[in-house]
């Protein structure tokens, strides 16, 4: 099983890949669109696809997605053959903060952030 995970953002999108067998995941790349996302989920023969999702910090609903946010979702949907996932991303830009390095040797916060939101996933299943 291969994974791909996606900090979704308006500007940019983080990507992180990890395996069934071991279940760590690791930064990949930053890509601009849902193409770029799908063209990786063919290239890198993904099973799963693990998204992370807006939580409210207050009363852990989901929060109100918005239009470009549900358009991605629907697009990629449309693009891709396989299970998709949700999965609560709060403090997943944070975390990510805190795990950076120098500029020279740091995958970007956008990829730590889909790191740690598939990390999160694989810890559970």
Do not use: C, H
């Amino acid at each position: 099983m291969n994974y791909l995970g996606i900090d979704w953002g308006e500007v940019r999108i983080g990507l992180a890949l990890a395996d069934g067998e071991t279940k760590m995941a690791t930064p990949f790349k930053t890509v601009k669109d849902v193409l770029e996302v799908a063209q990786i989920v063919e290239s890198e023969a993904i099973d799963t696809v693990v998204l992370g999702k807006p939580v409210s910090m207050m009363n852990y609903e989901p929060l109100t997605l918005n239009e470009k946010y549900n358009k991605f979702i629907d697009e990629l949907k449309s693009k891709i053959k396989i299970p998709l996932e949700l999965i609560d991303e709060r403090l997943s830009s944070k975390a990510a903060d805190a795990l950076a390095g120098t500029k020279k040797t740091k995958a970007s916060r956008d990829e730590i952030a889909a790191m740690i939101i598939l990390q999160s996933y694989l810890d559970k299943i």
